[in-house]
């Protein structure tokens, strides 16, 4: 017998599955030790549950018996040879059942797309559930596939507290932004600059301090993209950067663009920040959005041409620098002050917008260091950077996670900051860097030529008024009885589902009752105060 070819033994007490030299269930009573463990297994609500190599589905039946109705089972087998065995054998009631699914795939991308189909916002968690020996076998691999899919629930998890957050704000901020762009006869939508020289990314981190030298000496040889907090710092050392990037809804972002006052630095920013950003600005504007949701309104402004540069949404300015410094050169891309730490008293490097404001208000009865600042947020000490001690919270250790998901394989990505997280990129130390070519000053600019037209824009914005007033009556008629036009209500919520993809629901389709509805007519009616300026 060859190792590859699984085997089923009788032990008189029910079948094991013998396999690559061991018994993958207990080779004296393997039904009923399969059946012990899975009833020693607590369930929960709303939790995902990843049945890896389940073999004979010894104790599957019982886990199905007591597991909630919101909860559902994947399984899958990295071994082809024990999945074709499985697949054979296959009981009725795991086919039959409506928590139950088999991926033929242990790509995670598979899963996603599973997880997708049965509707990602039904689970808060996800858990491993190991009845058989043959876990073992791919034990890290196994391992892996459950933190990918425990990241992708808890991704959705945190992009969706957002979007309730923020949602109205950023579909505000693009009609108006489109708006101000569509007044700038001159701005194309769909071009951003190139260039062959390295870029350097900095933020407002403590580690841009020890990294001012180092760009003072290389400055001819590289391009500077800086996110909107460190303009402040760099501007203070005497260095002007060839781009901004700004991304933030609010207006405290504001702050960090002070000192640019008739300084013409080429600004790019997410159609979904602050309105008032490009508006100060006097150098070239680079428009784009962040894909916050799939939703239809894209789609249409995608129609319209009037759909700017799409990057991903990856929930920090910092990681979008680094993906649009990625795009805009073929050459090294250096980053400094994406520290996702700090120390207790100074979150921000010297001459940021954070640190000023700090001093400003330093006083003997308000010292800088106020730790109800800095303790608001539940503190982690963790190993940074050649392996010191460093201190992050939350928030900030998971968008350092998030970079390393995105990036760790670039090879072309290199951090020269000295404190923090690792998050991403090639440590090196600037010692090591060389450049022997001068940029020039002008880039190259890719662009289709497309520029927002005034009846194109306006044609839209008419269009999306009367979509909006079409549903509020619509709704409005379904909630008086006036109208029982189940289908004509769901194809409008469908066609405009911005106007509701903030609501907290669990469940972020539209719905009938009443009481989504009611929300229903009071959001259309922002909406409709807000189209009414641009038609």
């Known amino acids: 017998m060859k190792d590859t070819d699984p085997l089923l033994i009788d032990t008189g007490r029910g079948f094991s599955v013998f396999y690559n030299n061991r018994h993958l269930y207990s080779p004296e009573e393997p039904e009923k030790r399969a059946i012990i463990r899975s009833n020693r297994t607590e369930l929960q609500s709303d939790t995902l549950y990843?049945?890896?190599?389940?073999?004979?589905?010894?104790?599957?039946?019982?886990?199905?018996?007591?597991?909630?109705?919101d909860s559902h089972i994947i399984c899958f087998e990295y071994s082809d040879t024990l999945y074709r065995l499985s697949k054979q054998i296959i009981p009725d009631y795991f086919i039959n059942s409506n928590i139950c699914s088999f991926v033929n795939s242990t790509d995670p991308k598979d899963i996603y797309l599973t997880i997708e189909e049965l509707g990602i916002w039904n689970f808060r968690r996800v858990k491993a559930l190991n009845l058989t020996g043959g876990y073992s076998l791919h034990?890290?691999?196994?391992?892996?596939?459950?933190?990918?899919?425990?990241?992708?629930?808890?991704?959705?998890?945190?992009?969706r507290m957002t979007l309730i957050h923020m949602g109205p704000l950023w579909i505000k901020n693009i009609f108006l932004n489109l708006y101000k762009i569509n007044k700038n006869k001159n701005l194309t939508i769909n071009k951003h600059p190139s260039t062959e020289c390295p870029v350097l990314v900095t933020g407002a981190g403590e580690s841009i301090e020890s990294s001012i030298d180092f760009i003072k000496e290389k400055r001819e040889f590289i391009k500077i993209l800086a996110v909107d907090t460190s303009v402040s710092?760099?501007?203070?050392?005497?260095?002007?950067?060839?781009?901004?990037?700004?991304?933030?809804?609010?207006?405290?972002?504001?702050?960090?663009?002070?000192?640019?006052?008739?300084?013409?630095?080429?600004?790019?920013?997410?159609?979904?920040?602050?309105?008032?950003?490009?508006?100060v600005m006097k150098g070239s504007l680079f428009p784009f959005i962040s894909n916050f949701a799939n939703t239809k309104l894209l789609e249409r402004l995608e129609n319209y041409k009037l759909l700017p540069v799409e990057l991903p949404a990856l929930g920090s300015v910092g990681l979008s620098a680094i993906y649009l410094a990625l795009k805009i050169t073929s050459n090294k891309v250096l980053y400094t002050g994406l520290d996702f730490a700090y120390k207790i008293g100074k979150s921000h490097a010297n001459g940021s917008p954070?640190?000023?404001?700090?001093?400003?208000?330093t006083n003997r009865l308000n010292p800088m260091e106020q730790p109800g600042i800095y303790y608001?947020?539940?503190?982690?000490?963790?190993?940074?950077?050649?392996?010191?001690?460093?201190?992050?919270?939350?928030?900030?250790?998971?968008?350092?996670?998030?970079?390393?998901?995105?990036?760790?394989?670039?090879?072309?990505?290199?951090?020269?900051?000295?404190?923090?997280?690792?998050?991403?990129?090639?440590?090196?130390?600037?010692?090591?860097?060389?450049?022997?070519?001068?940029c020039t000053?002008?880039?190259?600019?890719?662009?289709d030529n497309t520029t927002i037209k005034v009846n194109k824009f306006?044609?839209?914005?008419?269009?999306?008024?009367?979509?909006?007033?079409?549903?509020?009556?619509?709704?409005y008629k379904y909630l008086s009885g006036e109208s029982k036009d189940k289908k004509e209500v769901m194809v409008l919520l469908k066609e405009a589902d911005y106007i509701y993809l903030h609501f907290p629901d669990k469940n972020p389709e539209p719905a009938l009752d009443p009481g989504?509805?009611?929300?229903?007519?009071?959001?259309?009616?922002?909406?409709?105060n807000i189209l009414k300026r641009y038609t």
């Open 50 to 69: 990843i049945l890896s190599s389940p073999l004979l589905f010894y104790g599957v039946k019982e886990i199905i018996s007591r597991i909630p109705s």
């Open 139 to 159: 034990a890290s691999e196994y391992k892996n596939i459950l933190i990918n899919v425990d990241i992708y629930i808890q991704e959705y998890w945190k992009n």
């Open 233 to 279: 710092v760099l501007l203070e050392n005497g260095i002007l950067p060839d781009y901004i990037i700004a991304v933030d809804a609010q207006i405290y972002n504001f702050y960090d663009f002070m000192e640019t006052k008739n300084k013409e630095i080429p600004l790019f920013f997410d159609i979904t920040g602050y309105t008032g950003i490009p508006a």
């Open 354 to 361: 954070r640190n000023l404001t700090e001093l400003a208000v």
């Open 376 to 438: 608001a947020r539940p503190l982690i000490n963790n190993k940074g950077k050649k392996g010191t001690d460093c201190i992050t919270d939350l928030i900030l250790a998971s968008y350092a996670e998030l970079m390393n998901n995105n990036f760790r394989d670039t090879e072309r990505l290199f951090d020269i900051g000295t404190t923090g997280l690792h998050s991403g990129g090639k440590l090196i130390e600037t010692a090591n860097l060389s450049f022997n070519k001068k």
């Open 441 to 447: 000053k002008n880039t190259s600019i890719e662009s």
């Open 458 to 475: 306006l044609e839209f914005t008419k269009n999306e008024l009367t979509l909006i007033n079409n549903l509020y009556e619509s709704v």
């Open 516 to 528: 989504f509805l009611k929300r229903i007519l009071v959001s259309c009616g922002y909406y409709i």
